[in-house]
């Protein structure tokens, strides 16, 4: 019961956050090919969506393309940004917590 | 070892293998172009499931900071706490924007949304904050994972050699 109370509060806030951000995009005016074109950006011709299809950025979109990595390539970078930003935050504060441990150390052989 | 220990060990060993489980998840699909968008598409859907379990396994931390934001805690706990909500919104972004721009899942549900630029580009931007922001939340807790890594991985692995060295030396 606990559990699913827990649920349902989960579920009630997903779909207030989804609900609000589904406003904030569309009342901005983004939500529509209208805000691309005034900027001067290109798609395929409006007849294509009609017959279903998804609306695509020059040069590829999501549809699956050689990368010059091959195959895997995104998951790797993917995997380097966030090795790159654990090591970021956490190296200097293992080097820190060293120093501290050598300071203390320094300290209690003066003493004796 | 008393029982609530063990209980707390078996909870922090759940835990990390979900985590490790999202956290490849999250790496496979955020690479549509090797996987192809079927996959891409299910997978990340599925992940809400996973994710509902992560945040139940942790709904304690949850309240209790939701309830002490404002008062007593601490400068990390209150980080961890607004990087958190920043994921979770960004990460209802990213489905919010993926169903609305889906070329899988929700056509084959036979649902048919309208077409919006907006959201395409929306579905880029906040997968790419998901990744810098999924990088913030692991080095946040990168000790529990480097203590869990050690508890649960190596520390076992240490021991299957150590009794397969005591072995040896009683049969010598």
């Known amino acids: 019961m606990k559990t699913l109370g827990r649920i349902l509060i989960i579920l009630a806030v997903t779909a207030l956050v989804t609900g609000a951000l589904y406003l904030i995009v569309n009342a901005g005016g983004t939500g529509t090919a209208s805000d691309f074109t005034q900027r001067g950006e290109q798609f395929a011709s409006s007849s294509d969506f009609e017959a279903g299809a998804r609306p695509e950025f020059e040069g590829g979109g999501r549809e699956p393309r050689q990368l010059g990595g091959g195959w895997a390539f995104g998951l790797l970078k993917n995997m380097g940004v966030i090795s790159l930003l654990v090591a970021i935050l956490v190296l200097p504060k293992g080097l820190a917590k060293r120093k501290r441990l050598a300071a203390v150390k320094v300290k209690a052989d003066d003493t004796v | ?172």
Not at chain 2, 48 to 55: C, F, Q, S
Not at chain 2, 60 to 74: C, E, H, N, P, Y
Not at chain 2, 113 to 138: Q, V
């Open chain 2, 1 to 172: 070892m008393t029982n609530g220990q063990t209980q707390s060990n078996k909870q922090i060993k759940n835990k990390w293998i979900l985590d490790l489980t999202i956290f490849i998840g999250f790496l496979i699909a955020m690479d549509p172009h090797s996987t192809g968008i079927a996959i891409h598409e299910w997978l990340t859907l599925s992940a809400l499931v996973t994710i509902m379990i992560h945040l139940l396994l942790n709904w304690d931390w949850i309240a209790q900071v939701t309830l002490r934001f404002a008062g007593r805690v601490s400068t990390r706990s209150r980080l961890n706490y607004i990087l958190n909500w920043l994921l979770f919104i960004d990460g209802i972004l990213i489905m919010l924007s993926g169903i609305l721009i889906s070329e899988s899942v929700v056509p084959a549900l036979g649902i048919s949304l309208p077409a919006g630029f907006a959201w395409r580009r929306l579905h880029d931007m906040s997968a790419n904050i998901a990744l810098l922001l999924l990088g913030l939340h692991t080095a946040l807790h990168w000790d529990w994972i480097v203590n869990a890594f050690k508890t649960f991985i190596a520390q076992p692995i240490g021991r299957l050699f150590v009794k397969r060295d005591e072995r040896k030396d009683v049969t010598a």
